[in-house]
């Protein structure tokens, strides 16, 4: 998810009554939920779609959600000592406790691959011990729903806490509200894939994967993605079964995936790619040679976007698109 979410999170956690426990515990909280992304650093040493690779692996992974709060736990421990010492300290803060410093960066580092996991994109929740991908098709990556739920109860905790009135049980009650709707999502999610599969069986086609994409606002909608084996394609459920559907009409002409790799020399890019790609196909350049795309984010509109140009391979057709009878 994007950092917004992240940290409305933790702060949220924070206003439930977990910042009693210590002092520094919302700068713990919030970063921590915001920590694993750390690895945003490979843009500096990264180029074009390298960082695909990278991203949302090492600092996600179990080693490094125990080694990222005990650093920051001792940054704010030791951020403590020195406002103590120059006699800076806020009288009004906490004892700041090591131990509930650790655990609660712990658990917001937690919260992060958790939200991750949720959408398309996703996370490699074993590294270092294994690099296999996750994926909860839950949440758009920006959900503003999201957003105004937790930025609405967080202020209205805040605020009731200045009142000096009763401040956690709203923020408790927005943790709850936020964990129904992404259930209620999930099951969206669970619901379409099931209902396309079935109706593409009942058309005498078995798609190979089958990915229920969440809009960006309309949340009870979803975007099916049907195919596998370098054949991507959008599925209307509401389409006339007495006529032929193609389903894999994303492009205007299909390359052979397979033979495009094998064609390819081998660079970082292409590594990168295809190691992060989860819906490959191969396009047909204007000039003849072949372009690399995801079909999870095929845009018309920016098809310079999470692709990989191979302008040495000549574009060998897939042959016919499969269609209903």
């Known amino acids: 998810m994007d950092n917004i979410t ?49 991203r949302r692996g090492i600092t996600h992974g179990p ?31 906490l ?13 917001g580092c937690l919260t992060h691959p958790a939200l991750d996991w949720l959408n398309v994109y996703g996370i490699r929740l074993l590294e270092p011990f294994s690099s296999q991908w996750f994926y909860g098709d839950t949440l758009f990556i920006i959900d503003v729903w999201l957003w105004a739920l937790l930025g609405f109860a967080t202020w209205f905790s805040l605020r009731r806490e200045k009142r000096g009135g009763e401040w956690m049980r709203p923020a408790r009650i927005a943790i709850a509200v936020a964990l129904g709707y992404i259930g209620l999502n999930g099951a969206i999610t669970s619901s379409a894939e099931h209902n396309a599969r079935n109706e593409m069986l009942g058309f005498g086609v078995e798609p190979e994967t089958i990915m229920a994409s969440p809009l960006p606002l309309a949340f009870w909608e979803r975007e099916l993605l049907l195919g596998g084996n370098g054949y991507w394609g959008e599925f209307d459920g509401q389409a006339d079964t007495h006529t032929s559907i193609k389903i894999f009409d994303l492009t205007d002409e299909f390359c052979d995936l397979e033979k495009a790799i094998e064609g390819a020399n081998e660079t970082k890019e292409l590594t990168a790619f295809l190691f992060w790609s989860r819906a490959p196909f191969a396009e047909r350049a204007p000039d ?35 269609s209903t009878p």
Request: glycine letters at 10%; aromatic letters at 10%; proline letters at 7%.
């Open 63 to 93: 080693p490094a959600l125990v080694l990222l709060p005990l650093v920051l736990a001792g940054l704010l421990w030791g951020y403590d000592h020195w406002q103590a010492k120059r006699g800076k300290r806020p009288e009004g803060r």
């Open 288 to 322: 003849g040679s072949v372009v690399l795309r995801d079909a999870r984010f095929y845009d018309p509109r920016a098809r310079d976007r999470f692709s990989v140009a191979l302008p040495d391979v000549k574009c060998e057709p897939m042959g016919e698109e499969l």
């Open 6 to 54: 992240h940290s409305l999170v933790g702060a949220l956690i924070g206003q439930a009554g977990l910042k009693r426990k210590t002092g520094l515990a919302m700068p713990a909280l919030i970063v921590g939920a915001n920590l694993p992304d750390v690895d945003a650093a490979c843009f500096f040493w990264l180029e074009g779609v390298e960082h695909l690779g990278f």
């Open 95 to 107: 004892p700041v406790n090591f131990k509930w410093l650790f655990l609660l960066s712990f658990l």
